[in-house]
């Protein structure tokens, strides 16, 4: 629990909504550029090496069930390992505050260099930690990244202007550079109704300038955050922001998402965009514009009750002020499903297909590829063991060619399908040796009674491979496994 604090006074504002352009401060004047999703921002010690950060938020720390902590594994030559990996916490020695029951520290993650020294600093999410008195107003701590990796040391804390409860604030981050009068990345941190962007000063990392609004929507189809991805849709240079989620209002449980393009005032919300709450980014038929994938695990009817396997939608980039979707220049959506041709397995009730995704090249042809989580798929007569998918990208888009699916109970695949596992709750694509292939972490957050375990499975000429995959959990670096949640998050 940490005390109110009220908030600093704003020094700069750099959010548009709707439209209302709001300056950017001379002070924050910088060389143009932009963030493709494709440009990683995962380095924490400037070796030129993607590293890993795995949320446990369910993990017992000092006696406190559910206060949570992360793991960080730092990439090299012969990827991540076992050995060059730590944990931390609220526990940890610089960290604000103090590990507490249901705090979930792990919940959410991000990644960027928001100092501008070099180096990619964390931002782990803690949507239920209380302020005092205010109950699951949430926060968020930044954990700055140097030649060392990271640690507690300065820590920075961060949480809503107004602290409400059940806000949950820290529920989904991003971080990317969104204006070019602002030289470092900035930060988005929603709750379950506000979008707030911080910016701090070149070189600082105390008091960052923010600036709150509510994430914007068709009323009565108002969207609950969920989770955020970046890139940069309309190849400006600068990337973009897709807040997702489920509505609310009068047709619940319905995924959509929010667009804002990042421009020279800031980000400019566009439109909203149908498909969620899982997002990732980047460039599938690479055409030098990111591409959207949205994930609708479950689609319910009026009665609430799931109606799908789940589907998964592209919205294809090109240059001009509305690329994403059919209300601009772009395409309209290409959605798929377990039933389309080509896909391995078949669409079923509860399967959950599209629960998570990532995008990254993983065989080095240049196009980016899609990975699926499906945790509530069924092997077998197994229950909820889950899966995961690997669509392959190519000139025209996302292909079922070449389309593979794994799971537990797959060749080479250490472990077996266990009911309620949900293998797939998570699903990354990572390039910790920097050869130009990603391979994939893939996390059963309710393995061994929701202990959770990471599989990690190398990338070849041809992609994706089972052959040398490997598992590590909690345990491998020190964290308390009993119901840990490993992997319930691993930053894209």
Avoid at 66 to 83: K, L
Avoid at 209 to 232: H, K, N, W, Y
Wanted: no cysteine; hydrophobic share 35%; glycine share 20%.
């Amino acid at each position: 629990m940490r005390t109110y604090r009220p908030a600093a006074v704003v020094a700069a504002s750099f959010l548009l909504i709707a439209g209302a352009a709001i300056a950017a401060p001379a002070a924050y004047a910088g060389t143009p550029g932009g963030t493709r999703a494709a440009d990683r921002n995962t380095d924490f010690n400037g070796d030129g090496y993607e590293d890993v950060l795995i949320g446990a938020p369910g993990g017992t720390i000092g006696g406190s069930k559910g206060a949570g902590y992360v793991s960080v594994q730092y990439g090299g030559p012969g990827g991540i390992g076992t050995t060059r990996g730590t944990v931390l916490s609220q526990n940890t020695t610089g960290v604000p505050g103090a590990a507490e029951a249901g705090d979930g520290f792990g919940r959410a993650l991000t990644t960027g260099d928001l100092d501008g020294d070099g180096y990619d600093d964390a931002v782990v999410g803690l949507p239920g930690e209380d302020i005092e008195p205010v109950a699951d107003a949430g926060g968020a701590v930044v954990l700055w990244g140097s030649a060392e990796g990271l640690s507690g040391a300065g820590s920075d804390w961060l949480q809503a202007q107004e602290p409400v409860a059940g806000a949950t604030f820290g529920t989904a981050l991003a971080a990317a550079h969104f204006s070019p009068d602002i030289p470092g990345d900035q930060l988005a941190v929603t709750g379950r109704t506000d979008l707030t962007l911080f910016q701090y000063d070149d070189g600082t990392r105390q008091d960052p300038a923010s600036r709150s609004s509510l994430v914007p929507g068709t009323p009565g189809r108002e969207i609950v955050p969920r989770a955020m991805t970046t890139g940069d849709y309309d190849g400006s240079g600068l990337a973009d922001l897709v807040i997702s989620g489920v509505t609310a209002g009068e047709e619940p449980g319905h995924g959509w998402s929010a667009l804002f393009f990042g421009e020279v005032q800031g980000l400019r919300y566009d439109h909203d965009l149908r498909g969620g709450p899982a997002v990732a980014s980047g460039d599938i038929d690479d055409d030098g514009y990111d591409d959207l994938v949205t994930g609708e695990p479950h689609s319910p009817d009026d009665g609430g009750e799931s109606m799908t396997g789940g589907v998964v939608g592209v919205y294809y980039g090109s240059a001009g002020d509305g690329p994403v979707g059919a209300e601009g220049p772009g395409t309209p959506p290409v959605w798929w499903t377990q039933d389309t041709p080509g896909v391995p397995g078949g669409s079923e009730t509860g399967d959950g297909w599209g629960a998570d995704l990532s995008v990254a090249d993983t065989d080095g042809d240049g196009y980016a590829d899609v990975a699926v989580g499906a945790p509530g798929e069924d092997i077998g007569t197994v229950a909820d063991a889950g899966a995961v998918w690997v669509l392959r990208g190519a000139a025209e888009g996302l292909t079922a060619t070449g389309a593979a699916s794994w799971d537990q109970n797959s060749v080479d695949v250490p472990g077996a399908a266990e009911k309620g596992d949900r293998w797939g709750g998570q699903a990354r694509l990572t390039d910790p040796d920097r050869d130009g292939r990603s391979g994939l972490l893939t996390a059963a957050p309710g393995e061994n009674a929701g202990d959770g375990i990471v599989w990690a499975f190398p990338a070849g000429t041809d992609g994706v491979t089972a052959a040398g995959s490997w598992t590590f959990d909690a345990g491998t670096f020190g964290g308390p496994e009993k119901g840990a949640g490993y992997g319930a998050a691993i930053d894209e």
